[in-house]
């Protein structure tokens, strides 16, 4: 054999070119279904050629088709062979050599394979209403189809049908996918269970899909939604209070690296190489700088978890507006925090580092010493409104549950304790209650560390209630099946008063909470109150130093006056950074104005202290620095106006007042549509009375809009926006004359909606 040439055409699923391959050939590796197409030439004649195939299923001959010295022929690649030569010349030819013997490596087409890396388990779903998942699958030539499959199992045990989503189609040989599932468009209530599992399949013909494992993942029950927002929060505390105390830490290390390079730089004045920082220098700036890039990351990181926070509980079925608030205003703080100049000074401090640089490490330093004493404060300001939020959902959180066990309990006292199960349940209700005495036992006492003794005693009442109500509850199960006889009393009466102490309870832990917010509100509104009366008298004195020193007083004489007034600012920060631990109402040019009139207030000082030469220096500084406190006075006003307007009831009842009366405005004009439906059914003619009753649900619309439109009604479980948008579209059909049973039952529902939102806001008031 002069000449091999072998022609490759793969099975067309593959979607692969042909491939030629000439010369010495010993081996093939070929996909299933290969069609192999053979020419060999010879040196003579051949009368016969062939390949003897030997496979496990036996052996056979491939011939050949021969013209003179060129055979060609073909076999198509089931299963792995063994082909020999076999050929017989036309003459004897003397020395007869074959080709060695090809080996035929067949590849089976493999199935994929797909699985799910994310969650890769049963899992619970908490605030988020949606499943994220990681899917990945594989296959040896390529895929072709990827799917996923999932079903409602509501917590009933209703199993709905399946959904059949698919994910993605021809793609390569690896495909990793990233589906998430909205469970609250899908209709997912607290409890109910999704159970999904994802298929491949790859390009081959008849080929079945390959399925994953199934999965399963409950949507959490209210309850544990609450402990998940409690749990959650406490967490955010433990994280806030881990960076303030490294930023602490950062702020005594960048003070004392300050201060060595400051004294290295006075040691090596009379060095020629001063001007080169040290290694010692550069090693602790380098320290620091580490140090304050993790803090930037972890507080980037912390707003990013607040901003999910926020976002989730929007889609959540737990209406909770207040901490909805609370996390957008923490959110923004530490948005703030981060746009405080804190990445200006690290960017100074590696510019300075990369110069090496001592006089440019050293101012660097400087800076940073005072942005970390900067960030030191805000983060313990945002410590103490994350306590704040902690402990408040805490209290709200025991409240719900006490809610809840009030109105189990209130079934339970309704029904036959002689149905079976009725004294395990009672014994169970009686464990839950007790559990939460315990944990309302530790929120009180968490209350008076926080100078809440009010709340703390509120919180003590309802555990001694919970305890109460626990104890009638045993009392009632004990009392099951010994009462018939006369020895002990009816179990009813226990059950029944069992129910009245949680719900006074429930009413406890209401209060404590409503105390806690008042007591925060008003001793942050004290505070705020008396720091706008100690910024003006700041004001008014500085003035007066600076009277002194137009009238031609020395400047020495008014250092001591100065000094005075620099320590009240002192005090006046102090008093402000404690109230900003206690709300988030603060006016955000607070800080900036205290800080800018106390670096004026510095540099006045040093300026009376050198004398007349510098009494047109002095006379600037003190014009900024009390143009610096005038605005500081004009924030903590603003402050004060914007607390007041927050804790006061009104705009709330007025809400209430509103919806009522629309309220009621719809249900007149539901009575009409009805009346009107009937009249226009016994064919009479009704276009005055359609076009009254349009005007009148035009009316409600308009009022609607309004209602939006007050920040007191922000609180509502349905927006009145979208209420408005619904009567506009109700007027809209009565305007065409479609009063028919569809627009009545529109009516109907814009009633029950708008009783709904007046509940939800009342019960928020």
């Known amino acids: 054999v002069t000449a091999l040439q072998v022609e490759l055409d793969y099975p067309p699923y593959l979607g692969r070119t042909r491939d030629v391959i000439r010369g010495y050939i010993t081996r093939l590796d070929v996909p299933a279904g290969t069609q192999l197409g053979l020419t060999a030439r010879t040196n003579h004649p051949t009368r016969r050629m062939g390949l003897v195939r030997q496979r496990a299923s036996g052996t056979d001959t491939v011939s050949f088709e021969i013209d003179s010295d060129r055979a060609t022929g073909s076999l198509l690649a089931t299963d792995s062979a063994s082909l020999s030569w076999s050929l017989v010349p036309r003459e004897r030819v003397p020395g007869l050599r074959t080709p060695p013997a090809i080996v035929l490596s067949v590849l089976a087409d493999e199935a994929p394979t797909v699985s799910v890396r994310y969650p890769g388990e049963d899992t619970v779903l908490g605030i988020a209403q949606a499943l994220s998942l990681v899917i990945e699958a594989r296959d040896d030539h390529g895929l072709a189809e990827v799917g996923l499959a999932w079903w409602r199992v509501s917590a009933g045990g209703r199993t709905d049908f399946p959904v059949q989503e698919r994910l993605s189609g021809s793609a390569g040989r690896r495909l990793l996918l990233r589906p998430t599932i909205d469970l609250e468009a899908a209709g997912f209530l607290p409890g109910d269970e999704i159970v999904y599992y994802v298929t491949a399949r790859d390009s081959r013909p008849g080929a079945a899909a390959v399925v994953s494992d199934t999965f399963r993942a409950r949507l959490a029950g209210l309850d544990e939604l609450r402990d998940e927002l409690a749990r959650r929060a406490e967490e955010l505390v433990e994280e806030t209070r881990s960076i303030r105390e490294r930023a602490g830490d950062l702020s005594d290390e960048a003070q004392d690296a300050e201060r060595r390079t400051a004294a290295r730089s006075l040691d090596a004045q009379q060095d020629a190489a001063a001007d080169r920082a040290d290694f010692g220098a550069t090693r602790e700036a380098r320290d620091i700088l580490g140090e304050a890039r993790e803090i930037e990351s972890d507080l980037e990181r912390m707003r990013e978890e607040l901003g999910q926070a926020r976002s989730g509980l929007e889609s959540s079925p737990l209406l909770d507006r207040d901490l909805q608030e609370r996390l957008g205003e923490l959110e923004a703080l530490f948005e703030e925090i981060l746009q405080s100049g804190l990445r200006e000074r690290i960017e100074a401090l590696e510019q300075s580092l990369r110069g090496l640089d001592q006089g440019e490490l050293r101012n660097a330093l400087a800076e940073f010493s005072r942005q970390s004493a900067d960030l030191e404060e805000r983060l313990d300001r945002a410590l103490g409104l994350m306590e704040r939020v902690a402990l408040e959902q805490s209290l709200e959180g025991a409240r719900q549950a006490a809610e809840d066990l009030a109105a189990r309990q209130d079934l339970m006292s309704g029904r036959d304790p002689a149905d079976e199960g009725w004294a395990a349940r009672q014994e169970e209700m009686a464990a839950e209650s007790e559990g939460l005495s315990d944990r309302v036992d530790e929120l009180a006492d ?138 988030a109402l603060m006016d955000r040019r607070a800080g900036p104005a205290a800080a800018r009139a106390g670096r004026e207030m510095d540099a006045l000082g040093e300026s009376l202290s050198g004398g007349a030469a510098r009494r047109s220096e002095a006379m600037r500084q003190g014009e900024a620095a009390m143009e610096a406190l005038g605005d500081l006075a004009g924030s903590l006003l603003a402050s004060r106006r914007e607390m007041a307007e927050a804790s006061s009831a009104t705009g709330m009842e007025e809400a209430l007042e509103k919806l009522a009366g629309m309220g009621k405005q719809q249900a007149g004009v539901n009575s009409e549509s009805g009346e009107l439906f009937m009249f226009m059914q016994g064919g009479q003619s009704s276009d005055d009375r359609l076009r009254s009753l349009t005007a009148r649900q035009e009316a409600v619309s308009e009022d609607l809009r309004d209602l939006a439109g007050d920040p007191a009604a922000r609180e509502l479980g349905a927006r009145p926006a979208e209420l408005a948008s619904e009567a506009d579209e109700i007027a809209r059909r009565l305007a065409a004359g479609n009063l028919d049973r569809e627009t009545l039952d529109r009516q109907e529902q814009l009633f029950r909606q708008l009783l709904d939102a007046g509940r939800s806001l009342e019960k928020l008031s």
């Open 446 to 583: 968490r209350l008076d560390g926080q100078q809440a003794p009010d709340a703390a005693d509120r919180g003590r009442e309802a555990a001694d209630q919970a305890r109460a109500a626990a104890s009638r509850m045993r009392s009632a199960a004990g009392n099951v099946g010994e009462s018939t006889s006369g020895s002990r009393p009816p179990p009813g009466p226990e059950a029944r008063e069992a129910a009245s102490a949680m719900e006074s309870a429930e009413r406890s832990l209401a209060a404590a909470r409503e105390s806690l917010t008042e007591d925060w509100q008003a001793e942050a509104m004290q505070v705020v109150s008396r720091a706008t009366a100690e910024a003006l008298e700041l004001a008014r004195e500085q003035e007066r130093v600076m009277e002194n020193l137009r009238s031609g007083e020395r400047p020495q004489e008014l250092s001591g006056r100065q000094a005075a007034v620099r320590e009240g600012l002192d005090k006046l920060t102090q008093s402000l950074a404690e109230a900003g631990r206690k709300t």
